[in-house]
């Protein structure tokens, strides 16, 4: 294989442009097709290299969705940055996210209906709602690391950005009109 993948290579810029590749096959062949074999073959590297830095595929789609949670997170967090009323900030989070998810075709290759049982064994694993929670919703939105009941409402708010993902509403105008109604009259953090 190439020998860009030789033991000099720096693990962080390894493991990096291995999760480019990961996100490649994820859009040319899906996310369930696409096997370690496929994303080592996209990354131009031996399966035995990816599993060096990966030792299994969650442990690479854990990797994964975090890379892709602090991107999304980077754009969400400038897209609100002007907004002060909590509620309008909580809504405009929520809808943000579930844009930049949509936006991205990696990411959104794991909301495609031949990825949907993929992307709901993720969704509920406890360690990927935990990396989406630690990694996006509780930068945006708080908790802070001794408040059990924001922690609470970051885990919550996280379920609902996966399940607006997962079943879409008929409209942005629809998802709108329901995280405004059912989530947002929610108290945020810190209003008691």
Sequence with gaps: MASTWGREEEPDLAALKLLEAAEKAFIEVGVSAAGMAEIA??????????????KTRHQLHLAYVDRAAQRIAVRVRAGIAGIEDPR????????????????????????????????????????????????????????RED????????????????SLLAMPGESEAEERALVERFVAPIPAAGEG
């Design 88 to 143: 309008e900030r909580l809504t405009e989070g929520i809808l943000g996210a579930i844009r930049e998810v949509r936006r991205n075709p990696g990411t959104a290759a794991w909301f495609e209906p031949s990825a949907s049982g993929m992307a709901a064994r993720m969704s509920r694993s406890s360690e990927v709602v935990e990396t989406l929670t630690a990694r996006f919703v509780s930068t945006l939105f708080g908790p």
């Design 41 to 54: 073959n996209t990354a131009g590297c031996s399966r035995g290299t990816l599993y060096r830095y990966f």
């Design 147 to 162: 408040d059990p009941e924001g922690r609470l409402r970051a885990l919550w708010l996280v379920r609902v950005i996966l």
